[in-house]
């Protein structure tokens, strides 16, 4: 069994910042890409950012040049750290992960979120 575990969220002024992190722990074998999503009230739960464990990344338009994703392989954490913050990136925050377990047994592992709340 594989564990992510998000922290970072918070309540923050527009304009501000937060460093999320998310980190898998459990029966590891490799982990492939992994993500950031994000789902606000309402709303469909959306792709914000992905990294592949080489480093490319990926963005979606409304996060380019405010928010960047990094991993730490050796950790098994992904981070991501956002800036200029928005009201309208209030949002719970969702980390996911393509893990190769032990067994060889690739699955999708989703965080239970980390609420991000920005104020006008």
């Known amino acids: 069994q594989v564990q992510l575990v998000e922290s970072g969220g918070g309540l923050v002024q527009a304009g501000g910042s937060l460093r999320l992190s998310c980190a898998a722990s459990?029966?590891?074998?490799?982990?492939?890409?992994m993500g950031w999503y994000r789902q606000a009230t309402g709303k469909q739960r959306e792709l914000v950012a992905a990294?592949?464990?080489?480093?490319?990344?990926t963005y979606a338009d409304f996060v380019k040049g405010r928010f960047t994703i990094s991993r730490d392989n050796a950790q098994n954490t992904v981070y991501l750290q956002m800036n200029s913050l928005k009201p309208e990136d209030t949002a719970v925050y969702f980390c996911?992960?393509?893990?190769?377990?032990?067994?060889?047994?690739?699955?999708?592992?989703w965080g239970k979120g980390t609420l991000v709340t920005v104020s006008s």
């Open positions: 990294i592949t464990s080489g480093g490319s990344t």
């Open positions: 459990g029966s590891i074998f490799r982990i492939n890409d």
């Open positions: 996911k992960a393509d893990v190769v377990s032990l067994l060889l047994l690739r699955t999708d592992y």
